[in-house]
């Protein structure tokens, strides 16, 4: 259907503007009715975050999200654009996004005034009433709320005349969602103006008084070491968001592989084929819960689910080059690919203690703890009485991120328990598979004290023996 090209065809359509908020709880309510998804991708927050979420909007209130990096913050922010109409009437050629029946800046009164029905009506999009910024210690009022333009007083406006005001982020955002990250960081001179907006409504710009009865859904976002610690969001300003919000990372392991396997970007080479077994998902999910647990890990920064996604692309990786090396169809990652873990492990975490050496020290007791607990959820030793038993009668077993697969099955084909083992990891047949199980199983015996491992050069590269 044409829409509305002017006010007074708007006003014969019927159209009835909302405010944002009443919008949004339109919109929210018409979703859960239907039962779809108000925040799609975001997972393992249906039963804590989103529900709370959902109260917020219900009741009308802005927010700020708690909650150490990489939790999804801004993400959920973001995705509160789809709870906004699809398009909105506005007075043509508005910098505030003036709502035609209650226009609030000096340009769209002037030109209702002038035209009257007549007046132009543009449609504009949600996502062009959504606006983001990161609180910086330089962000000043002008980037926020609006600044003199000398331009146009150069033009030969008086400095009293509102339309020589070039307006912030917050007033263009008018009739929509506005979202401050990092909201600590923003000075206190410029949280006293967020402020007004948020409540007086009352906008000063250089000493000139401009009532702007903004329309504005504000969400802030802060780690709670920020919040609560340095003190730095002014008292009013935290009493005037309706909802706080606590956000946290993945509390399982599955919802954990969940978000590596949405949020990784796929290695695809033609030719190759990339298996991943669930026990290497889960040890690359459980290396990040370990680390969120660990007191050589600064607790105080978080450790994001980044780092789980950034381990899962470089493990897939490693298995793709080592497949493309020895001319192989078939890429699985193994323990072996565990090393170069390092690489995207390191800028994700922040230690407790100084120095590369320990670093990596630090990092390597963390997957070792990752594939003991994984393999213990898969077996027990006693499982392997055979497999040890030729490991004590001189059966020696080479590993390494460039052996190839075949190998593997050459080595242990003939010991039983071993090859219930792979059946069990579901590596029949493929001698990829196979080369990863083996390889899983080994590790977790020597994690568990039963077979003995020395270092060989090349990274990964390991003799397994009694």
């Known amino acids: 259907m ?38 799609p991708g975001i997972i393992g927050y249906e039963e804590t975050v989103i529900p709370q979420v959902e109260n917020a909007i219900l009741a009308g209130q802005d927010i700020i999200f708690l909650g150490e990096r990489g939790q999804a913050k801004t993400r959920m922010a973001r995705l509160l654009v789809n709870l906004l109409d699809e398009e909105i009437p506005i007075v043509a050629g508005s910098e505030v996004n003036d709502n035609p029946f209650a226009p609030i800046s000096k340009y769209a009164r002037d030109l209702i005034a002038e035209r009257g029905d007549a007046t132009p009506i543009a449609w504009i999009r949600r996502e062009e009433r959504y606006a983001e910024k990161l609180a910086t210690p330089d962000t000043t009022i002008a980037d926020l709320i609006g600044e003199i333009d000398p331009i146009k007083v150069a033009e030969g406006r008086y400095l009293s005349d509102e339309l020589t005001i070039h307006y912030g982020l917050i007033p263009r955002t008018n009739r929509g969602i506005f979202v401050i990250n ?157 090393p170069a873990l390092v690489a995207s492990t390191l800028g994700k975490l922040e230690f407790e203690t100084l120095g590369e050496v320990q670093e990596d020290r630090i990092i390597e007791k963390l997957i070792n703890g990752a594939v003991v607990a994984t393999f213990n959820r898969y077996f027990s030793v006693r499982d392997f009485d055979d497999l040890i038993l030729a490991f004590e009668n001189g059966l020696t077993v080479e590993a390494s991120d460039l052996q190839p697969a075949m190998r ?47 270092r060989a050069t090349g990274r990964g590269a390991a003799r397994y023996r009694s």
């Not at 007074?8 to 929210?28: A, C, D, F, I, T």
């Open 2 to 39: 044409e829409r509305p090209r002017t006010l007074g065809e708007l006003r014969e359509s019927g159209y009835r503007v909302l405010p944002v908020r009443e919008e949004m709880r339109k919109n929210l309510i018409a979703k859960i009715q239907a039962g779809e998804p108000i925040f």
């Open 182 to 338: 990092e909201l600590p960081d923003l000075a206190e001179r410029i949280q006293v103006g967020l402020l007004n907006i948020m409540e007086e409504r009352d906008v000063q710009i250089r000493g000139y008084r401009v009532r702007l009865p903004l329309d504005v859904f504000v969400v802030a976002s802060a780690n709670p070491e920020d919040y609560t610690n340095r003190g730095r969001i002014i008292t009013p300003l935290k009493d005037r968001f309706g909802a706080q919000i606590r956000t946290h990372y993945p509390r399982t392991i599955e919802h954990e592989i969940a978000i590596m396997e949405q949020e990784r970007t796929p290695v695809e080479v033609p030719g190759i084929a990339v298996t991943v077994p669930q026990y290497m998902r889960e040890i690359v999910a459980e290396i990040t819960h370990l680390a969120r647990r660990s007191p050589d890990i600064s607790q105080r920064s978080g450790v994001s689910a980044r780092m789980s996604v950034a381990n899962y692309e470089t493990l897939i990786s490693n298995a793709v080059k080592r497949a493309l090396r020895l001319g192989e169809k078939h890429a699985v990652p193994r323990i072996s690919d565990l």
């Open 408 to 454: 593997y099955v050459h080595q242990v084909s003939h010991i039983e328990s071993l090859r219930r083992a792979t059946q069990r990891l579901g590596a029949t047949g493929d001698p990829a598979l196979v080369a990863a199980a083996v390889e899983f199983v080994l590790e977790g015996l020597h994690l568990n004290r039963r077979v003995n491992k020395e």
